[in-house]
């Protein structure tokens, strides 16, 4: 792991976010274009989030790049309130939601598709993801209830559509984490 400053935010890099992104490019074959949209796209959706924050004067105080993406964590010197937190957790979906529909009107439907993707799955009410936390502000929970909720509704989407059994173990322990988490 690599840290180090710009300015006042603390820069974190694990070796999973670069293992994670070769991974990527590697098993994607002739569409590393794919790759390297979904990877702007997280980049843009996390500048959302930042922007938010520098807007209600909460700046950043960490970035942490690791295996699952990226992750801004707040300054611990002025918490946002409830309806600014509500902006700044929605500020990120807002850009991929924006990010689809522009790229869908000019043609580029893997972007547009990529955003979407990005968008819906951000918004899932797990605890790690936007939507869990948006839910989080409302009550532990109605975040419990849903991501429980949520898990069992993928868990039959995979296991109808005949994919992986890893996968339903996956999103099965995925739950499990959420409820008692």
Avoid at 4 to 30: D, N, P, T
Avoid at 101 to 120: D, E, K, P, R, Y
């Amino acid at each position: 792991m690599a840290e180090f400053s710009i300015g006042s935010l603390k820069v974190r890099v694990c070796f999973g976010f670069f293992a994670a992104v070769m991974f990527y490019f590697y098993f994607s074959g002739e569409d590393s274009a794919g790759v390297a949209a979904a990877l702007l796209s997280c980049f843009l959706h996390e500048l959302g989030h930042l922007s938010a924050m520098f807007l209600f004067g909460c700046p950043p105080e960490r970035l942490t790049l690791y295996a699952g993406g990226l992750r801004l964590t707040g300054s611990y010197t002025k918490q946002p309130s409830r309806p600014q937190e509500l902006v700044i957790l929605s500020a990120g979906c807002a850009v991929n939601l924006a990010l689809a529909v522009i790229s869908h009107f000019i043609g580029a439907q893997t972007l547009a598709l990529v955003n979407l993707s990005l968008m819906l799955t951000n918004l899932l009410p797990f605890s790690a993801l936007d939507g869990g936390r948006i839910l989080a502000l409302f009550g532990s929970r109605l975040r419990k209830t849903a991501a429980a909720v949520t898990a069992v509704l993928l868990a039959a989407a995979v296991y109808h559509f005949g994919l992986s059994p890893c996968a339903m173990l996956f999103i099965a322990f995925a739950a499990v984490f959420e409820l008692f988490a």
